[in-house]
């Protein structure tokens, strides 16, 4: 077994069957991010001491055929948002700098639960708030296939350890792509899920101590295969503690699904045009996984949209701006308020406009809704480009991606995240191929709400077809060379 590659269901099932110990695993682990994080900075914050004493007690208890959950031995690191017992999380902000939890958020623990052994944190923008990866407290997160370009965010430094082969598991999140586009800039698997099957408590932002749960934003994993994902959503997923006497969580899996054949699949790879044009590399890509899905028996086409880009992208801003809002400084949130800005006025609207938004989300989701009666899924891009090099010195406002020679503003470039993801629906993102440069694009599957369990499955049926599998990255290496 390639300990680099296998998947973190195929470590599990040596470490139970004996064929792996614990200790084995997450010392090659640390061997090979000792040799491989530095140019990397992908994992920022250690507890190797406490992971290996989990180790070698999980190791103990497989000699009694004692297991602690489905998890059972599993190094794995976790993105810093989340908060860990014991173990500094920061989000990326100066002034978290020593915050050390006395709990674990929610997901975490339930990871805990099953076994998991927590042994580092990874790198996240400010308060998660960019689709790059760098802070005033740990610096800049590098892509593994090509250490000029950026690894993308917010989960950026979770994307790239699973890619550089440092970790088979990660705990990410997203609001506006956060899962989605490291995965798609790193070669990954991620999943998105439906919007509040997984608790975000104790999730940074909102601050230490918040018990709110934010509308859109999610906790998924990051993996290196279709079956991780779904282990890693069997766990988390689920009512709050103090929700767990009224209700319980049954995702349907729906028909049992042998194969590709006669499925419905969706794809809008050309529309939003006005919005961003996508990339003739990144096209290619797009084009050669939904081919491989028709030739293998799917029913493969062209569909409109149910919302466009545009119009699905204005919602996503006017709800998702005035989260991001609520954290600011008092004076940063007046200066915005004076600004005459489409972005600032989002951000200080009022309830009542939330409010509309919110209203004009529902009739979207309705529309979603309705599609999905006639597909069983759709394939969509991610980003319009593969990773961009890195662009951290200039305001966000003032980025641009380089799309063909087109100059795209660097929010447009995440519109197909952000306008899927303000409808609640869950997304895979499969990592779909390489571009002639070498660097990976992805994929993303989107499926009606609450769906994602069939969502996994048929995620799983076309990678099979497509013959899309984990590839470590080189690291090092221009993607060029």
């Known amino acids: 077994m390639d300990l680099a590659t296998a998947t973190a269901t195929e470590l599990i099932r040596a470490i139970r069957e004996r064929r792996l ?47 602690a959950g489905p998890l059972h ?46 042994f580092g944190k990874t790198n996240t923008p400010l308060y998660a708030g960019d689709w790059q990866t760098y802070n005033d407290v740990y610096g800049r997160t590098n892509n593994p296939w090509d250490l000029s370009r950026t690894a993308g965010g917010s989960s950026g430094g979770a994307a790239a350890a699973v890619a550089a082969g440092l970790t088979p598991l990660e705990l990410g999140s997203d609001i506006g792509g956060s899962i989605r586009i490291p995965a798609h800039f790193n070669g990954v698997f991620g999943l998105k899920p439906s919007w509040g099957i997984v608790p975000l408590r104790g999730h940074i932002p909102g601050p230490p101590g918040t018990l709110a749960q934010p509308d859109v934003g999610v906790a998924g994993p990051i993996g290196r295969g279709i079956a991780d994902l779904r282990l890693s959503l069997d766990i988390t997923a689920g009512p709050l503690p103090q929700e767990a006497a009224g209700w319980r969580l049954a995702l349907d899996p729906g028909p049992h699904i042998d194969d590709i ?24 890509i797009l084009d050669g996984i939904a081919a491989a899905a028709a030739e293998a028996g799917a029913r493969v086409a062209p569909a409109p949209l149910p919302v466009p880009i545009g119009e699905g992208l204005t ?24 600004l005459d800005d ?95 440069s070498g660097l990976p694009a992805g994929v ?15 995620a799983e049926v076309i990678a099979d077809a497509a013959g899309v599998r984990f590839t470590v990255a080189p690291c090092g290496s221009p993607a060029s060379a």
């Open 444 to 458: 993303q599957v989107v499926g009606p709400f609450l769906s994602d369990l069939r969502l996994l499955r048929i």
């Open 261 to 284: 054949r006669g499925l419905r699949i969706a794809t809008a790879f050309g529309e939003g045009g006005d919005v961003t044009p996508v990339a003739a590399d990144v096209r290619a």
């Open 73 to 118: 031995g599993l190094p794995m690191t976790v993105k810093d948002v989340f908060e860990t017992e014991g173990l500094v999380t920061t989000s990326g902000a100066r002034e978290l700098s020593g915050h050390v939890p006395g709990t674990d958020a929610v997901a975490v623990a339930r990871l805990k639960a099953a076994g998991a052994i927590v």
């Open 342 to 436: 489409v972005t600032a006025r989002a951000m200080t609207s009022r309830f009542r406009y939330w409010m509309h938004a919110s209203d004009r989300r529902e009739h979207q989701r309705a529309a979603w809704a309705a599609f999905f009666e006639q597909h069983d899924v759709l394939l969509a891009p991610v980003m319009p480009t593969t990773a961009f090099p890195h662009d951290t010195d200039r305001p966000l406002a003032e980025r641009t991606v380089d799309v063909d020679g087109t100059s795209v503003p660097h929010n447009m470039a995440a519109a197909w995240c952000c306008a899927i993801g303000s409808a609640l629906l869950p997304v895979v993102t499969l990592p779909a191929g390489f571009t002639p």
């Open 21 to 67: 110990a614990s200790r084995e695993l997450l010392d090659d682990l640390l061997t090979r991010a000792e040799e491989r994080n530095p140019e990397l900075n992908a994992i920022v914050a250690w507890d190797v001491d406490r992971a290996r004493a989990a180790a070698k007690a999980a190791d103990d208890a497989a000699v009694r055929d004692e297991f």
């Open 315 to 338: 919602t996503w801003r006017d709800l998702v701006m005035p989260i991001i809002a609520t954290d600011l400084p008092d004076h940063v949130f007046a200066q915005l308020a004076s």
